[in-house]
């Protein structure tokens, strides 16, 4: 019996590499916010990098509450998205390639979306990650955990619901 | 009294580096109530496709909103945090319209504020997003 070989590593890699970056750099916000995904296997952490633009409380200093929901609702929106497209893009029925001319895939819309503070937001790097707690064919549910420091001691934690995108007919 | 109290609203809000960043504008305040616009902008679209502004970019109008509702209530003694927020979205914004927030304070105890907000661009009859959130009261 004969298998077929593995691909070469660098292939895989620069394959989902091209996706996950179509799908982040073609959002205007996300780029706005200077938010950024880091890769480990099929495991996103989001990365927010300190800017001053980003201070809602110029006192303290601390992050805006607006900015760490936004960053929370990204690294959900991105990791949920990820997750369903993970398959296309692996099996090749998704061509990276068609992702970066602009032809993008539809993206989750929010319902809604909770967020609790639990410290306030540094200035300095934030992180956050999300994980799909459900994911049916019209609803999913997706929780989010944004920390700076030390990841013991989350900044904020999120809970939020989305309405998938329709699948091409 | 309380049109002092409006005032260090406005002030503090009108300091904040990312309400500016995003453009925003206090048109009303006082009394445990504030209105804030934040006009349309193409950095803020979280759908390319359509040229909607992000869900993110509204919860941060609501937040700012909100609290500017909690410092000019009445019986605030002075700043506020967001405990939790949390934010329904009823459509999208239209693309190219201004998104205008209203916020109430509708109680405050010693150690807690409860805040109901709304948002909407241009057709006031039907809301982009409506928020509900606990914020902290804070000491002078």
Same mark, same amino acid.
Request: hydrophobic content about 40%; proline content about 7%.
């Given at each position: 019996m004969v298998r077929k070989p593995p691909e070469p590593v660098q292939i895989v890699k620069q394959r989902r590499d091209a996706a996950l970056a179509a799908l982040v750099e073609g959002v205007p916000y996300i780029r706005y916010?200077?938010?950024?995904?880091?890769?480990?296997?099929? $495991?996103?952490?989001?990365?927010?990098?300190? !800017?001053?633009?980003?201070?809602?409380?110029?006192? @303290? %200093?601390? &992050?805006?509450?607006?900015?760490?929901?936004?960053?929370?609702?990204?690294?959900?929106?991105?990791?949920?998205?990820?997750?369903?497209?993970? $398959?296309?893009?692996?099996?090749?029925?998704? !061509?990276?390639?068609?992702?970066?001319?602009?032809? @993008? %895939?539809? &993206?989750?819309?929010?319902?809604?979306f909770t967020v609790d503070y639990l410290r306030s937001g540094l200035p300095r790097d934030a992180y956050a990650r999300a994980r799909v707690t459900r994911s049916g064919r019209r609803y999913a549910s997706v929780q989010a955990e944004a920390w700076q420091d030390n990841r013991d001691r989350p900044m904020a934690q999120a809970t939020a619901h989305f309405l998938m995108p329709r699948p091409k007919s | 009294m309380t049109a002092d109290k409006a005032t260090i609203a406005k002030q503090f809000i009108e300091i904040i580096p990312h309400a500016k960043a995003l453009g925003m504008q206090i048109t009303q305040i006082g009394d445990g109530l504030a209105e804030i616009t934040m006009p349309y902008d193409d950095a803020l679209i979280g759908?390319?496709?359509?040229?909607?502004?992000?869900?993110?970019?509204?919860?941060?109008?609501?937040?700012?909103?909100?609290?500017?509702?909690?410092?000019?209530?009445?019986?605030?003694?002075?700043?506020?945090?967001?405990?939790?927020?949390?934010?329904?979205?009823?459509?999208?914004?239209?693309?190219?319209?201004?998104?205008?927030?209203?916020?109430?304070?509708?109680?405050?105890?010693?150690?807690?504020?409860?805040?109901?907000?709304?948002?909407?661009?241009?057709?006031?009859?039907?809301?982009?997003?409506?928020a509900a959130g606990a914020f902290t009261v804070e000491a002078k």
């Open positions: 916010l200077g938010i950024t995904f880091e890769r480990h296997g099929d $495991e996103l952490t989001a990365v927010l990098p300190f !800017d001053e633009k980003l201070i809602g409380n110029p006192f @303290l %200093p601390a &992050l805006h509450g607006g900015v760490t929901a936004a960053f929370l609702e990204t690294a959900a929106i991105i990791t949920l998205s990820w997750s369903y497209l993970w $398959e296309d893009i692996e099996n090749g029925k998704l !061509d990276p390639d068609t992702l970066t001319h602009g032809d @993008l %895939p539809r &993206l989750p819309k929010t319902i809604d | 759908d390319p496709k359509t040229g909607v502004i992000h869900g993110g970019a509204v919860s941060t109008l609501m937040d700012t909103c909100s609290g500017a509702a909690v410092m000019s209530h009445p019986d605030s003694p002075a700043g506020t945090a967001t405990i939790n927020l949390r934010i329904d979205y009823m459509r999208a914004a239209t693309p190219g319209q201004a998104i205008t927030a209203h916020a109430e304070c509708y109680h405050i105890t010693r150690n807690v504020a409860f805040v109901r907000a709304k948002a909407f661009d241009a057709d006031f009859d039907n809301p982009v997003a409506t």
